[in-house]
């Protein structure tokens, strides 16, 4: 029997609209992470009419508009679109590392804990963690310890890698003049230096810079767009014109080469004139919500170390686990996730919880969590 799509073409555009009934009906507030965003009205008006062609072709004039613009914003020659972050990191480091090789890292950094292990599974690169600090920096005694001499006995130190902001530290910024030694440490030890900039925006916007200042020390980035710019699908990786050859090549391999990727292409274009300036919404909104909980008996929250648009705090373990909070705010419309502890709270620490703004939760639902944590509390 013919298949009948426009049966399945009605049937998504029901279960689109019942699901958006039933979150305007149940008015949850996803505080998970940036990355549950869905797109706009006016968004996805614009990924319908993106001109397209065979990016793998190197024809879409959607994507390349992007990939100049992401380039020419973070200062590098040239910008590569890839499906996500962590294809991002994965090409990046197939880009600068041969099998065998080992990349310098910290120990709560994303590439090494949430990233499946791809970098040794697939790429054959071996993984030196070092301490993050509570800033999320490395502190640079570290890394040249962890540099490894010219020993056939030893893997070849190849990369150093960073992540901004960070996450598992709190969404802290790493500055550009911290970037700027690591890049000089690298060099001076003939190293290349990578950033996972998963919230590179987040980071340029909270410490006033350019997104150019912010990667002048690197020789890589990978850059997020479906985080707090609010994007459906995609990451941009920039460097020079030798390592995106390099770097095109290892995303063919990995299955990351897209056709008519233009429609996604669009969303990031949208986001760069529409979405950034926006994001200083977002710090501001984490800052006051990192208050609230401050406030509340029971909870622990810093409000100093909230710099951009995520909020880490703890329950008093005496008045409910973790778990059993993140329940009861489930049940009073609001989203969080848990299970964070080494890197925040130290081994044996409480386990923290995680709260991320983004463009789609306002004012007013920051003042409803505060009072649903309250409530929560106050039950206990």
């Not at 003049?177 to 030890?189: K, R």
Request: net charge negative; aromatic share 4%; with cysteine.
């Amino acid at each position: 029997r013919m298949f009948r799509w426009s049966r399945v073409a009605a049937r998504a555009t029901q279960c689109q609209r019942l699901a958006t009934h039933l979150g305007t009906q149940r008015g949850v507030v996803d505080m998970r992470s940036d990355t549950v965003t869905t797109p706009t009205s006016q968004l996805r008006a614009v990924m319908a009419a993106a001109d397209v062609g065979d990016d793998v072709q190197g024809e879409d004039p959607t994507v390349n508009a992007l990939q100049e613009a992401v380039a020419a914003l973070a200062g590098k020659e040239c910008g590569l679109f890839v499906p996500s972050g962590t294809m991002g990191n994965l090409v990046s480091l197939a880009a600068h590392c041969q099998r065998g090789d080992e990349v310098i890292l910290g120990h709560g950094q994303h590439i090494f804990k949430y990233e499946g292990g791809g970098a040794s599974a697939l790429l054959g690169v071996s993984l030196a963690t070092v301490p993050n600090q509570d800033d999320g920096t490395i502190d640079l005694a570290d890394i040249q310890a962890a540099i490894r001499a010219d020993d056939p006995h030893y893997p070849r130190t190849t990369a150093v890698c960073l992540e901004n902001t960070h996450n598992t530290c709190g969404g802290r910024v790493l500055s550009p003049e911290y970037i700027d030694s690591v890049g000089q440490l690298c060099a001076e030890h003939g190293l290349v230096c990578h950033l996972d900039g998963a919230r590179v925006f987040n980071a340029a916007v909270a410490a006033g810079v350019s997104l150019e200042r912010m990667l002048r020390g690197v020789h890589s980035a990978s850059i997020c767009f479906s985080k707090g710019l609010g994007c459906p699908v995609g990451s941009v990786v920039v460097g020079d014109a030798k390592f995106i050859y390099r770097a095109t090549r290892a995303r063919k391999m990995v299955g990351g080469g897209m056709r008519q990727a233009g429609v996604l292409a669009a969303a990031g274009l949208y986001a760069l004139e529409h979405t950034v300036p926006t994001l200083h919404r977002d710090h501001s909104r984490a800052k006051r919500l990192a208050e609230g909980f401050a406030a509340t008996p029971g909870l622990h929250a810093s409000v100093s170390t909230t710099e951009t648009n995520l909020v880490f705090f703890s329950v008093d373990p005496d008045l409910c686990s973790a778990a059993m909070f993140i329940d009861e705010m489930r049940k009073r419309g609001v989203l969080f996730l848990g299970a964070y502890h080494s890197t925040l709270s130290g081994k044996g620490g409480p386990e923290m919880v995680r709260a991320v703004l983004h463009h789609q939760i306002s004012d007013d639902d920051v003042e409803r969590v505060i009072e649903a944590a309250s409530d929560v509390v106050n039950a206990c």
